[in-house]
């Protein structure tokens, strides 16, 4: 056989690697930083560091620049060995690492100033969002471009994941991100309410999924089987395990949205496949685990297979945790708590973090050519960062319970046992504390491995691996008609369309046309074995011979799921056919603004949900229409404050006056940050216009009327609120201040129903002519 | 009786017949998925799984690593 010499481009990887590591610390000690404010408030110092902006840089950080770089290094090393190919262009990976970092200092700067979308782990503003966009789709022609001129005709599973993880990205990073920019910093979704919700964690979940999941489990099959020195333990049910986990993963969002405005089959959907992941997950984990098996006493000496072994069991705590967590009656307990938090820090610091760490320790001596500079400290970082994770995971299910518990109790002749949400904040504080130290002591692991790595690096030389690899061409591949026209793809195609047909029918007809699609698929099987031979390659070997038919397919994989669930959901949304609601008026628009960019969502829930317990305590139960024209919508995920759906008219204007001067005057105990410069701060009024012609564009009914109006209605909405402070005790209040606009926003909150059959314009206008009364 | 039960699901609205064809898609490609690695030729899937194993990393170099401080 004839070979030809390639060199690995391993200068990338390094990169990639060093990037991670330091994006790491910074990522966790924004963490450590959060949950100290969330401890002892007055850590929340000044606005630009207050808990509501720095936890979106806190997760973006620990998602896209911390495990994001830890997958482009694993992704560029193992590609290229399992290719026998250098990637494609040296040009192409070096804008994606620059870009990427670009995009990370971006966030970096943005988010602390309060640029945001305002949806979780999407917080980036439009901008930056196309550069993501750009820059994945950099990192995607380059990986393609390799496959393509790979010299290993078999693509290994660990590609698989790889190409599931870059192609449903894209689709979800592009959807979710649909948006009308207002200005150069911000934007409005086109989606709204219930809509913007489900595509949201459509969205949410599936990043976790096939951003902190899929690629980080083919690093597993690549790095685990390289680290123990075996192969992996079954490859048939790595196989079973990618499709199983790709076909299922995409429907679970709706789990994030469970008694909620949702509609009902979404939430069924939602839950019955997240359940369904039980079995694919724990498939992944036990393949994983048991690659060591006969390797059990190296874990002794290891610590990459320690790292490995523990973070593919922390992937398995979190995928059980998760279905758990979906069932609708364990979330009505678990959901807004720190139970959710304790979860997905189980699957981020001990899945994905320690799967990183297991990854550097195995990579970098290889990358540097020479051993590991101290062992024993990658031991001791591995002990204390476990111990890290427990004590973090463990205070979060405890203090998530006790909420949780704390919400629903009741007193025996009836009414809220504990009816002021504070007292339920109160009991969590020592864990707080316990989650501060659980969370440092991480941080402290990962600094040893910082230093570890280092020195390694330090006393090392930067290597290029250089290979033989066979220099004739690859075999031609199948062509698209063998793919698609191909006997499997046949047979499945009758099978599913008779399934379609028996649910049509009555009881008889389809229990006939049930047995014949069983027939159909039983003679297909045996129709495909026959015309089997061992010089032509079956159906599914031609599909993973060819890595651009292979994407087809995932695409269309992960496309079902999402497909299914969103255009029922955007067909049947009241804001196509709802007549009840009234728009934000100008300043309550720009109040939202407010709200939105200094993450209020972050701790304040906007969605009752349907509960006894939850109306007993906040109002009407949340229906869809309630947030129809919210975009984004503010529905929330954690409640370390109560739920704000309904505090329109709750309390008075110098109340929230009060309150965000100086919140512990209003709620002795409260841990929220003060706003006071709110009432120094200005609202932009000449904007205004601009956000509500966006708002039009995507359907809220403003009128060019209100539109053209819109400074002066700001200013006359704007003066009834600081008349009204005045007189309740707060003279010099200034009418165009942030502290009013914000006012004005929580006042209406959960008021814009007005009657029905009365149009929106008609609605705005009456409420525009009765602006104050109801404050 | 499946007539009735598929009425009622699809009352709100005919997409969410979506839904149930997507879980069909999924069932039978999820069974075919499986078969066809149950029947996969021991050979090819001995080779397969070895892939990682095939680079000529010089790995035996940092295998067993002895400790240089500590």
Same mark, same amino acid.
């Given at each position: ?59 973006? *950080? ?67 969002? !196309? ?9 995607? @022609? ?20 790889? !190409? ?56 597993? /099959? /690549? ?16 196989? $079973? ?39 694919? =997950? ?53 959901? /807004? ?222 496309? $079902? ?23 934000? =008026? ?9 709200? $939105? ?69 209003? =709620? ?57 402070? *005045? ?27 007005? @009657? ?20 | 009786?499946?007539?009735?039960? @598929? ?20 069932? $039978? ?42």
């Amino acid at each position: 056989m004839k070979t030809t010499t390639i060199t690995y481009d391993d200068k990338i990887v390094r990169w990639f690697l060093w990037a991670s590591v330091a994006f790491g610390l910074v990522g966790t000690l924004a963490g450590v930083f959060i949950a100290l404010e969330l401890a002892w408030w007055p850590a929340n110092a000044a606005r630009w560091i207050a808990f509501g902006r720095l936890r979106p840089l806190h997760t973006n *950080a620990a998602i896209f620049a911390f495990v994001g770089n830890m997958i482009f290094a694993g992704v560029y090393y193992s590609t290229q060995r399992l290719t026998k190919a250098r990637m494609a262009s040296d040009l192409l990976s070096k804008i994606h690492f620059w870009g990427w970092q670009l995009i990370i200092v971006g966030a970096a700067i943005t988010l602390p100033l309060g640029l945001t979308q305002g949806k979780e782990y999407a917080e980036l503003i439009w901008p930056i969002d !196309i550069a993501v966009a750009v820059i994945w789709l950099v990192f995607a @022609a380059n990986f393609f471009w390799t496959l393509a001129q790979r010299r290993e005709k078999h693509l290994y599973v660990a590609l698989w994941f790889y !190409i599931a993880t870059i192609v449903t990205i894209t689709v979800l990073y592009v959807v979710n991100n649909l948006a009308i920019p207002v200005s150069f910093t911000e934007s409005y979704p086109v989606f709204g309410g219930v809509q913007d919700a489900l595509v949201q964690w459509w969205y949410g979940h599936n990043a976790v999924a096939f951003f902190l999941t899929t690629p980080v489990l083919g690093i597993m /099959y /690549y790095f685990l089987p390289k680290a123990a020195g075996r192969p992996v333990f079954s490859y048939r049910l790595s196989i $079973v395990h990618f499709w199983g986990l790709v076909f299922i993963y995409i429907w679970a969002g709706p789990h994030h949205l469970l008694n909620t405005a949702l509609p009902e089959w979404a939430q069924t959907v939602g839950m019955i496949f997240s359940v369904m992941l039980w079995a694919p =997950s724990w498939g992944g984990m036990i393949n994983g685990l048991l690659t060591l098996r006969g390797a059990w006493d190296k874990l002794r000496e290891d610590p990459v297979l320690k790292f490995f072994a523990a973070g593919v069991t922390f992937y398995g705590m979190a995928t059980f945790e998760g279905p758990l967590l979906a069932i609708r009656s364990v979330n009505g307990l678990a959901h /807004y708590t720190d139970w959710i938090i304790g979860h997905v820090h189980a699957g981020t610091l001990g899945w994905n973090g320690f799967m990183a760490a297991g990854m550097f320790y195995w990579l970098v001596p290889r990358l540097y050519g020479r051993k590991l500079f101290s062992q024993a400290a990658a031991n001791y970082h591995f002990w204390i960062g476990t111990v890290g994770i427990l004590l973090y995971v463990v205070s979060m299910w405890v203090a998530g319970i006790t909420q949780g518990l704390m919400w629903r109790a009741e007193q025996p002749g009836g009414g809220l046992e504990y009816p002021n949400f504070i007292e339920t904040l109160i009991k969590l504080e020592p864990m707080y504390w316990t989650r501060l130290v659980g969370g440092s002591l991480y941080v402290i692991g990962l600094i040893m491995m910082t230093w570890n790595l280092i020195m390694t690096a330090r006393l090392g030389t930067a290597t290029e691996t250089t290979v033989e690899v066979p220099a004739e061409e690859l075999p031609k591949e199948s062509s698209w008609q063998d793919l698609l026209f191909g006997k499997p793809a046949l047979v499945s195609a009758v099978v599913v369309t008779l399934m379609l047909v028996a649910g049509f029918l009555d009881a008889l007809p389809a229990m006939a046309v049930i047995v014949l699609a069983v027939l159909v698929a039983i003679g297909g099987y045996f129709l495909t074995a026959k015309g089997r031979s061992d010089d032509k390659p079956t159906w599914h070997r031609m599909l993973e011979g060819r890595a651009g038919a292979f994407s087809v397919f995932t695409v269309i994989a992960i496309l $079902v799921g999402g497909v299914a669930e969103i255009i029922p959901t955007v067909i049947t949304s009241p804001e196509a056919t709802s007549i009840q609601n009234t728009p934000y =008026s100008p300043l309550e628009l720009e109040g939202r603004d407010i709200y $939105v960019r200094e993450g209020c969502y972050t701790c304040h829930s906007q969605m009752i949900r349907t509960f006894t317990w939850e109306s007993a305590r906040y109002g009407a139960v949340s229906e869809a229409q309630d947030s129809a024209f919210d975009r984004p919508f503010q529905w929330g995920s954690r409640r370390i404050g109560p739920d704000l759906a309904r505090v329109g008219g709750k309390y008075s204007d110098i109340w929230h006056y009060r309150h965000m001067m100086d919140p512990r005057q209003i =709620s002795e105990g409260s841990i929220m940050p003060p706003y006071a410069f709110l009432e120094d701060a200005r609202i932009d009024a000449d904007g205004t216009a601009a956000k509500m012609r966006g708002m039009r564009s995507v359907g809220v009914p403003y009128t060019a009327e209100q539109i053209g109006a819109s400074a002066t209605a700001e200013r006359a909405q704007g003066t009834v609120i600081a008349a009204n402070l *005045a007189e309740q005790g707060q003279a010099g209040v200034a009418p165009d201040s942030e502290m009013v606009a914000l006012i004005a926003y929580l006042q209406r909150i959960g008021k814009n129903t007005t @009657a029905v059959g009365e149009s929106p314009a008609a609605a705005n206008a009456t409420a525009s002519a009765v602006e104050g009364g109801v404050r | 009786m499946i007539a009735v039960f @598929a009425r009622e699901f699809l009352a709100d609205s005919p997409a969410v017949s979506l839904a149930v064809a997507a879980l069909l898609i999924f069932a $039978v490609v999820f069974t075919v998925v499986t078969i066809r690695a149950l029947m996969m030729d021991k050979d090819e899937i001995e080779a397969l799984a070895n892939l990682p194993l095939e680079d000529a990393q010089p790995a035996e170099a940092f295998a067993g690593l002895e400790d240089d401080h500590g």
